[in-house]
């Protein structure tokens, strides 16, 4: 399985982003699926995620200001990020829900200045 998560970037404070998660080996329709963020120092936290049913759930923190989809045509998983804070700033990885240990990939960095 791989997992190759793109679309990071710096941005200023209020700003937006897309985050794109394409996958091989998995599919992501039939799957649950997330988004995780890390911070260095901090612990690896879920902030998205989507069941293969379409429930839905954010962390309270990005409540109102992050969106997950998913395209099944493509495999691939998506986060727009809106209205963006300094707090945002971390790594995003894509994975499954729960995670599994061996699909981490790289990650993207969004770095939010302020």
């Known amino acids: 399985v791989q997992l190759q998560a793109s679309g990071g970037g710096l941005v200023q404070t209020g700003g937006s982003l897309r985050l794109s998660c394409l996958a091989s080996?998995?599919?992501?329709?039939?799957?649950?699926m997330g988004w995780y963020r890390q911070v260095p120092g901090k612990l690896r936290e879920l902030v998205a995620g989507m069941t293969d049913g379409g429930e839905i759930n954010y962390v309270d923190s990005v409540k109102g200001r992050f969106t997950i989809s998913r395209d099944s045509t493509k495999n691939a998983l998506y986060l727009q990020m809106n209205d963006l804070k300094p707090e945002d700033t971390a790594v995003y990885y894509c994975?499954?829900?729960?995670?599994?240990?061996?699909?981490w990939g790289q990650g993207t960095l969004v770095t939010v200045s302020s």
């Open positions: 994975n499954t829900v729960p995670y599994l240990t061996n699909y």
């Open positions: 080996g998995l599919y992501v329709r039939f799957d649950d």
